[in-house]
């Protein structure tokens, strides 16, 4: 079947021919590309192309598609069943690795997306705090539930109003959303709302308006403010738990939250995700306290064990960390040098603005020049680099790249 054929065909059946929006390439201008298998750094289409990675699962596999440990976990566990609504072994050995790393996570709760683990501690907050209010940051995505689509990033940006039809405006009222990066109207919001914010929820570092990086302070502002407040400060490390070293944003800026949320990383490619932290927040959950949150396939043993996988192979190699780095950092330098378009990157993540000024918010991230992005981006996938398919995202590397496959993104801004 042709390209744009499998495309077609899944459109007769899938809403929109995707299980996930951004999927569709819509910012691209063409039809997506239609993926079979992944090994290390590359992944290949349907066509029998064969593409560099950048995507990654959109950022879930630090350590390359296939990975053969990852693989051996997860088919052995596979050899024993599929789930069985039940505790197992494997959960408390994920959950002590997690807290070992990521030493704010006393308790955790294994979820089955990065989603439900931002609603889920969204919801322990208020109940801890018995507040209502929720204070996030414009261009920040947390998920798709409800409350938090206001202003947020990611594939939201795509759409023409700031947050989802079919999110009812009183839901949106307790979401107060500011821009990134200001400490000042954090603090005026939090002295207007006296007494009612029960959390302010942040990723640390931004990586769904394109990666933005907080200026130095910010976090530690953020975190004075919530202290001081009675506000349960929550990090969304679903991109850079584990991406950003063992310890996640958090331990590279050594700013402690309250509560945090994991994903991608932590699943080794399956579906999940997890909130944990302070043991006196945590044991508010049922069954111990009377916050709601359940899930039939939460800590299933296929996940457990890919997760368990990945996170051991970090340790093992946690000198990959800084390889990565380097090795994004030199590329954004280069970049900077060949092209006119600007870059912003963090530890082994990057992204590129089809704009020749600088971006440290959601409204430089969206002043975009489209067209450029899309020329880009062809071209790069005609060089046989994929690159995330839009321009309000996050290109990622594994242990697996190489200086020679950032070279190619060099290649195609010096082809322009
Ligand atoms: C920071 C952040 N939080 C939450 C989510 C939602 O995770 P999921 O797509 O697994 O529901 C994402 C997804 O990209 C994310 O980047």
């Known amino acids: 079947?042709?390209?744009?054929?499998?495309?077609?065909?899944?459109?007769?059946?899938?809403?929109?021919?995707?299980?996930?929006?951004?999927?569709?390439?819509?910012a691209v201008g063409q039809p997506p590309v239609f993926m079979k298998k992944g090994n290390g750094k590359y992944i290949y289409a349907e066509d029998r192309r064969r593409f560099t990675d950048f995507c990654l699962s959109w950022g879930a596999l630090i350590l390359g598609h296939n990975d053969p440990a990852v693989r051996r976990a997860v088919q052995a566990a596979a050899g024993n069943g599929t789930s069985f609504g039940a505790p197992t072994r494997n959960e408390t050995e994920l959950a002590k690795l997690v807290s070992a790393c990521v030493p704010s996570i006393e308790r955790v709760r294994f979820v089955n997306s990065g989603t439900e683990a931002v609603m889920s501690a969204v919801r322990l907050a208020r109940g801890f705090t018995g507040r209502d209010a929720v204070v996030k940051f414009d261009g920040c995505y947390h998920g798709h539930s409800d409350g938090l689509l206001a202003s947020a990033g990611s594939g939201v940006a795509g759409l023409k109003r700031s947050s989802s039809s079919g999110v009812p405006d009183d839901v949106?009222?307790?979401?107060?959303?500011?821009?990134?990066?200001?400490?000042?109207?954090?603090e005026r919001t939090i002295r207007r709302l006296r007494g009612k914010v029960a959390c302010v929820l942040i990723e640390p570092v931004p990586a769904n308006m394109g990666l933005v990086l907080p200026r130095p302070g910010f976090l530690e502002k953020v975190r004075e403010l919530t202290s001081r407040h009675g506000i349960v400060l929550i990090f969304d490390e679903v991109i850079t738990g584990f991406r950003m070293g063992l310890g996640g944003a958090q331990g590279f800026f050594g700013v402690t939250p309250d509560l945090t949320t994991l994903g991608k990383i932590i699943g080794g490619g399956l579906p999940v995700g997890a909130f944990g932290g302070r043991k006196e927040i945590m044991d508010r959950l049922a069954p111990e306290g009377n916050v709601y949150q359940a899930g039939t396939l939460s800590g299933n043993p296929l996940t457990m064990a890919a997760g368990i996988a990945v996170i051991r192979g970090l340790i093992a190699n946690r000198q990959a960390y800084a390889r990565m780095e380097k090795l994004v950092a030199d590329f954004a330098r280069e970049w900077r040098a060949a092209s006119p378009f600007t870059v912003n990157c963090a530890a082994s993540m990057f992204s590129i603005f089809y704009t020749d000024r600088p971006v440290s918010n959601y409204g430089g991230a969206c002043a975009q020049d489209k067209?450029?992005?899309?020329?880009?981006?062809?071209?790069?996938?005609?060089?046989?680099?994929?690159?995330p398919p839009a321009t309000c995202e996050t290109s990622f590397i594994s242990v697996r790249h190489g200086a020679a496959d950032l070279e190619g993104i060099l290649r195609s801004a010096r082809r322009r």
């Open 1 to 26: 079947m042709k390209r744009n054929d499998l495309f077609r065909e899944a459109k007769r059946y899938l809403a929109g021919g995707v299980d996930s929006p951004v999927r569709a390439f819509k």
């Open 172 to 186: 949106v009222r307790k979401t107060i959303s500011l821009p990134y990066n200001d400490p000042e109207a954090l």
């Open 371 to 387: 067209k450029a992005f899309r020329a880009h981006y062809r071209r790069c996938l005609g060089a046989g680099i994929y690159l």
